[in-house]
């Protein structure tokens, strides 16, 4: 157990985990923000038309809440290959304090994309974020479907996410609005 390792997932690894798991808990991070900030050219979108991905942000004072997921020690180095393998787009390792509750706490890691690789594409307004989100699609599907899967996802564990839940709901709008045009 001491060598078992914990996981974060805020991003797809919330509702997609391909690695098994001992233990997976709602948990949440101090300290940072999950935006629509990382252009996905291998997942969600392609090279030259990217889609929008969520990285974390440092943010003080914020949480970000999300699923823990607890390891097998003497598969820890399989998955995390499998992990480097599936984030490849851009992220890297962080190493990160995971909230089980307001004292419960454990060292895990996380993956997350800075300002530093190349696909990341930086703030933008909710609208913009939107746009590029509904005209993006890649090997892993649409990036509407990563967009709503999240947005459902944080939902069903009753986690706030305004970035979020403004970008899902813009993203809704815009198809509700295409689709009434083409009626």
């Known amino acids: 157990m001491n060598d078992d390792l914990w996981i974060f997932g805020y991003g797809s690894i919330i509702w997609r985990v391909d690695f098994p798991y001992l233990e997976r808990r709602t948990a949440f991070i101090r300290n940072w923000s999950r935006r629509f900030w990382q252009g996905s050219t291998d997942h969600r979108g392609v090279p030259g038309k990217p889609g929008r991905v969520v990285t974390l942000v440092p943010q003080p004072g914020e949480v970000c809440w999300g699923r823990a997921y607890r390891v097998k ?5 399989e998955i995390l290959s499998r992990l480097d393998y599936r984030e490849k787009g851009g992220y890297d390792r962080l190493s990160i304090l995971i909230y089980f509750d307001h004292s419960n706490s454990a060292q895990g890691l996380t993956y997350h994309a800075t300002s530093a690789n190349p696909n990341y594409l930086g703030e933008a307004s909710i609208s913009e974020i939107a746009n590029q ?51």
């Open 73 to 77: 020690a003497n598969q820890r180095q």
């Open 133 to 183: 989100i509904i005209s993006s699609s890649g090997p892993s599907g649409t990036n509407t479907e990563y967009a709503h899967k999240l947005h459902n996802a944080l939902e069903e564990m009753n986690a706030d996410d305004t970035h979020v839940t403004s970008v899902a709901q813009q993203v809704s709008l815009i198809i509700e609005q295409k689709n009434k045009v083409v009626e």
